[in-house]
């Protein structure tokens, strides 16, 4: 249970709070990026979300319902591998782009995670495996939980968050030009979980290549981070 956020205005925001139910996490700050980890009982320590500093944002929500669709099939691409290789730079959001629109992308067994992937222009890019992919050149907005952009509410399940959804969704749309960071956490504080907890809801203000995080709700307990790439020219 996650949501992902993207407001285009004066600035780039993304915003992204992490629902996550007994799996071990860590937020682990870096120069070229904020990571958050997942301990994975054979990978170790794998950065599944947040920034780096080219630019680019990585969510992972899952999709409910599942949908037998994601399941490894054939040949494809895995969204766990493309998430990582945008969050660690391996790959830029075009080329991850491409690749979802040329060959069927899956996920893990039994469970659909979708892609929600941003750059530094605040072009977005939602991946469902199994069912498509869908651009967004840089959109006013872009907003999501866990349902399927392809299917909305025609299959419902508890925890497919369209409620956070329409609320994330109204509150970005009715926003001023001025939206800025402390306006996207009062989203993620609007759509935040106690039942599949939010763990850590984190703010990329990308233009100033700033990350801003609090976690377990502690919202008067915000961490930031200023990124640098040794590969963007200086104004």
Known sequence: MCTSIVVNRKKTVVGWNLDLLDMEHRVRPAPDG?????????????????????GDFVGLPTCWPFDVRSDPSGDGENIIRLDTDLLL???????????????????????????????????????????????????????????????????????MGMDRWLTAEAMVRGASEDFDTEDCFA?????????????????????????YWCEDRQWDRVRSAKLEDPDRESV
């Open 89 to 159: 730079r391996r790959k830029t959001l075009g080329q991850i782009r491409d690749i979802a629109a040329e060959k069927p992308v899956f996920s893990i067994p039994g469970v659909t995670f979708m892609g929600a992937l941003s750059d530094a222009e605040g072009n977005m890019l939602h991946i469902v495996p199994g069912q498509g992919s869908r651009y967004y050149g840089r959109p006013d907005h872009a907003v999501l939980t866990n349902f399927s952009p392809f299917k909305g509410d025609a299959e419902t399940h508890p925890w």
């Open 34 to 54: 904020v990571y958050i980890e997942i301990n994975d009982a054979a990978e170790g320590w794998m950065p599944l979300f947040g920034a780096n500093a080219r």
């Open 187 to 211: 989203v993620l504080k609007a759509v935040a979980q106690e039942a599949c907890p939010t763990v850590v809801s984190m703010v990329f203000d990308v233009g100033e290549r700033t990350v």
